[in-house]
């Protein structure tokens, strides 16, 4: 089993930055890769920004050049640095962890942090 638990949301201005947190703790070695995702009422959840073991990253379009996802392996901590914060940015983000052991794929999920970014 692996625990994600986050931190760093709050309330922020347009313009403005704010970094997340995820720490993971339990079966850490079984982890492949770890994500940030986002939800806004009515909408799907959708990946914002994505690290592997092999520490290649990955984006969605809308947080390319303002979003950097990164890890710190002897915190077992990813972060997620978010810079010139829009409304649109709105939402809960979740952290997220893939792993896989002897018995398959298993995916696990933080309990949410909001993020508000006013106009």
């Known amino acids: 089993q692996v625990q994600l638990v986050e931190s760093g949301g709050g309330l922020v201005q347009a313009g403005g930055s704010l970094r997340l947190s995820c720490v993971a703790s339990g079966a850490i070695d079984t982890i492949n890769s770890m994500s940030w995702h986002r939800q806004r009422p009515g909408t799907l959840r959708e990946l914002v920004a994505l690290i592997t073991s092999a520490d290649n990253t990955r984006y969605v379009d809308s947080v390319k050049g303002r979003f950097t996802i990164s890890r710190d392996n002897a915190k077992n901590t990813i972060y997620l640095q978010m810079n010139s914060l829009k409304p649109e940015d709105t939402a809960v983000y979740y952290c997220?962890?893939?792993?896989?052991?002897?018995?398959?794929?298993?995916?696990?999920w933080g309990q949410g942090t909001q993020v508000t970014v006013s106009s």
């Open positions: 997220n962890a893939l792993s896989s052991d002897n018995v398959g794929d298993s995916d696990y």
